[in-house]
């Protein structure tokens, strides 16, 4: 009640500076939640866009005696950051990558200690069996038959022979190679050379040829160009899943991880390693002081080849170390492998391959020893050269960094690795924390009003 006019004026403009307040306060409050809204989105947006130059390819599981662009790609692509499986096959793991257009689907074997990419093509005078259909380049708009300009023979042909005596014969060409990932995004690589082979023996293997990942110009990796900062990266499954990633999906780091020098010798396109002692159990067998020493790389890792190896003198050593630490029968195969008459792993020693760099391998016993059923036998073998097979490399997540010359090994179970990169399960979870969050800032701000 307004005891006097003049009262009744200052209470009625209170109640209506009062009334304003409240819905200028309201105003505010929701401007400022629409704008913390924005902001959240924004920052979520950009957090969970997956990083350039970087993707995963199909793989599903060789090596030549003698050694052997950059793309211009769309800015998708370039943003792209797909993945997809790798399959074993044999004891060699395969990828799945496109040839030609219309493209065709192909698998060939992974391989780091080749530099080519070829694959079976018709008309095939002599080939081995393949799960796909052979490649027909008179089918695609895309295939170009390679010119070496030679008098007799305007065609360049190749002819490869690995270490088995497998061999590929045939004739480089340019073709458009499609590399597509179960994420829905393809890397197009226009007139990459390719190897069209149409005479191949001695492939053990449901695929129909070979990519070479090898530090060679020809190979997979260097003809994807800068873009993929000369990075790659698998992880080899013992008869599962597995994947292969580049560019900047590739880069392998975090807990566990190590990494050694990559040693590239001119004229060779393989990547070398410096083994500088193996351990079986607590024995170590030091390469100082033998032939096999060195400073600058004595050892190829190869994805292409199965087992391990080393030069007979050095393995002579290491065999020695396991034969004073196993107790059961030894058996001998014309293989030439070290068996022992056993059903069981538990009476073997653990291996440790020491690389230079501090990188301690301690492999799991899977990764050094095979059973064929009635024994179980070392998989380091005794030859003229020393190599680090894929079998010792499963369940490692392995790193090929071209820019810094490291290898890093990870201790990965690749069989039940993410489906999803890390990178992109970590944006989605903050993504869907943040969207939670200022759904329930901007709900309150409402409430309050």
């Not at 959240?40 to 050694?67: E, K």
């Not at 170009?144 to 497998?166: F, G, I, R, V, W």
């Not at 392998?252 to 500088?276: A, Q, R, W």
């Not at 008459?341 to 653990?350: A, H, Q, R």
Request: charged share 15%; net charge negative; aromatic share 10%.
């Amino acid at each position: 009640m307004c005891m006097n006019d003049q009262s009744c004026i200052v209470s009625q403009n209170q109640k209506y500076y009062s009334v304003t307040m409240s819905f200028a306060t309201r105003m505010m409050s929701m401007t400022l939640s629409l704008q913390i809204l924005t902001a959240f989105l924004f920052i979520t947006a950009t957090a969970s866009s997956p990083p350039p130059s970087g993707f995963t390819m199909d793989l599903i599981q060789r090596r030549t005696n003698s050694p052997s662009s950059q793309r211009s790609n769309t800015d998708d692509q370039l943003r792209s950051s797909p993945y997809a499986d790798v399959v074993f096959d044999n004891y060699e793991y395969l990828m799945k990558l496109q040839i030609g257009t219309p493209p065709v689907e192909i698998e060939a074997i992974v391989d780091t200690g080749s530099d080519v990419i070829w694959t079976q093509c018709l008309p095939c005078l002599n080939c081995f069996n393949q799960s796909n259909p052979i490649f027909d380049p008179s089918k695609s708009s895309t295939y170009k038959e390679k010119q070496c300009n030679t008098p007799n023979d305007p065609s360049c042909d190749y002819e490869l022979t690995y270490a088995d005596q497998s061999y590929s014969k045939g004739s480089y060409a340019s073709e458009t190679v499609t590399i597509k990932s179960t994420s829905g995004q393809s890397y197009v690589m226009p007139e990459t050379v390719i190897g069209c082979s149409h005479n191949s023996s001695g492939f053990r293997t449901t695929g129909s040829g070979i990519v070479g990942l090898s530090w060679d110009r020809s190979s997979l990796i260097s003809q994807m160009g800068k873009n993929m900062h000369g990075a790659f990266s698998y992880c080899l499954s013992p008869g599962g899943a597995s994947k292969i990633n580049f560019g900047s999906n590739a880069i392998v780091s975090g807990n566990g991880t190590v990494s050694t020098p990559m040693f590239l010798k001119p004229g060779f396109g393989f990547y070398h390693l410096n083994l500088d002692a193996v351990s079986v159990g607590e024995t170590r067998v030091e390469t100082l002081g033998t032939p096999f020493h060195a400073v600058d790389g004595n050892m190829i890792i190869d994805s292409g080849s199965t087992a391990c190896s080393l030069p007979t003198s050095y393995c002579s050593l290491v065999w020695e170390a396991v034969e004073k630490f196993v107790t059961a029968e030894r058996v001998t195969y014309a293989d030439g492998l070290l068996c022992y008459k056993t059903n069981t792993m538990d009476v073997f020693p653990v291996i440790t391959m020491h690389f230079s760099g501090g990188a301690d391998l301690v492999l799991d016993k899977h990764n050094t020893y095979i059973s064929n059923g009635h024994a179980i036998c070392l998989l380091i073998l005794c030859k003229e050269e020393a190599l680090f097979g894929n079998t010792a490399q499963n369940n490692f997540l392995v790193g090929y960094d071209h820019s810094s010359r490291l290898i890093s090994f990870k201790p990965t179970d690749c069989e039940v690795a993410q489906d999803i990169p890390r990178d992109s399960i970590s944006a989605a979870l903050v993504l869907q924390f943040n969207i939670k969050f200022v759904l329930f800032i901007f709900v309150l701000s409402l409430i309050r009003l």
